[in-house]
């Protein structure tokens, strides 16, 4: 099994020969071509060892899962195979809420309560280059009035509804997790660290690093080397999905189970108005028993935007989750919707808008992760060289997504969503100002300067609908 490596073998310990076995066995011998012998290199070939290492134990049943996992969808992806294949869309149930009513606000009394039993988990492994900013997103600047950054806006919202939720009686403390990556890890402790932690106590906060996956270098699912380094795979991040897997494998799910906590909040780390809509929909969770409820906005037909869709399988299988914009509308002429992703009488897509932002009901959600350890379904979007799909333009890799979770989960899971308006709930800060300027106009900038706007806005709108305050011309004087 070993002769790939020749006398290199005898230098691994018995679980790195172990592991190599598991890779000459699933068609990785191009690893080890051309090795010198024992002796040269030797530095470098440890180092590549314990790369393998940090890959194998980093990915739910190891690089021996990840590469047959890998050839599945790769073969899925050249023979161009439908992953809704056999599904029906219908729109599911849900709740759509306005700003100050009434039932807006019985939600939003009951969520403020819920959110003693809650818990926060911010997935933030991103830095600002797309936005040509230089540090990580959190420390990005929400609005410039106060020059607030991200990462303390949403900690001083939590800080809030910590207070409130406590009716008078001794505060709890609510935890929040955060996702980091190698590129996020360090600066996100360093700001928490010089900033003490914006007022919450350094035990509410727990940092989980996600690792990358390995890189794949064609249709056989082969681990793609660094081009200048023969003795170092490529990798590339596996995808937010990795928060479920994380948050299992730490053992913080059974800590709070434990504690007395029921819901588990998920969100993104640019996303200024988020806060604002979070109690009204902790409330619906708690008033329908959610397992899984989806903050959603009002979406336009083919707006680059996910639907929230309800999913049935010719086999009784079904569904609620979220499905890519670009997928929407093959799926439903497909399905017997000849025109598509359409506008209904409310001037919106009858599939609401999905924001990324999940509220997960404690119990269930540690149930499903006992039996998956946290694992989402996969995808690849290989860029293939031309039509005959046999070759990549660069490597590619597994993805996943946090909001695919409910696809594992059985029929008897209570999965709905909460739509928002959206000057309350979601102005994301993802687009810099060139690519901003190219966006069709009457969609939805998502830059930083439309991001601060939007808060600026919301504050306005509240404040007048809360003091019922009216603005009146005043009549010109002359002098």
Known sequence: MGSSLGDNFNLLSPQQQELVKVLLDNGQEHLFRDWPAPGVDDNHKKAFFDQLTRLDSSYPGGLESYIKNAKRLLADSKAGRNP?????????????????????????????????????????GGLGERLGYSGIKLALPAESTTGTCFVQQYIESILALQEA????????????????????HGRTLELLESNSYFGLQPTQVTLLKQEKVACLEDNDARLA??????????TKPHGHGDVHALLFSSGILKVWYEAGLKWVLFFQDTNGLLFKAIPSALGVSAAKQYHVNSLAVPRKAK????????????????MVINVEYNQLDPLLRASGYPNGDVNCETGYSPFPGNINQLILELGPYIE???????????FVNPKYKDASKTSFKSSTRLECMMQDYPKTLPLSARVGFTVMETW?????????????AKVPKGNPYHSATSGEMAIYRANSIILKKLLQLQVYNLPQTTE
């Open 84 to 124: 809704f294949d056999g599904f029906t869309p219908s729109v599911p149930t849900g709740e759509t809420l306005a700003f100050g009513d009434e039932s807006y606000i019985k939600f939003e009394e009951a969520g403020v309560l819920e959110a003693r039993k809650a818990a926060f988990v911010l997935v933030a």
């Open 165 to 184: 939720s406590s009716q008078g009686e001794s505060q709890t403390q609510i935890p929040l997790v955060i996702m980091t990556s190698d590129d996020t």
């Open 225 to 234: 080397l660094e081009p200048q380094n023969k003795y170092k795979i490529q």
């Open 303 to 318: 707006e680059a935007i996910g639907g929230i869709t309800r999913l049935t399988h010719s086999d009784g299988r079904s």
């Open 368 to 378: 499903e992760l006992s039996k998956t350890g946290g694992a989402i379904q996969e």
């Open 424 to 436: 309350l709930a979601y102005a994301p800060v993802k687009n810099n100002a060139e690519d901003a």
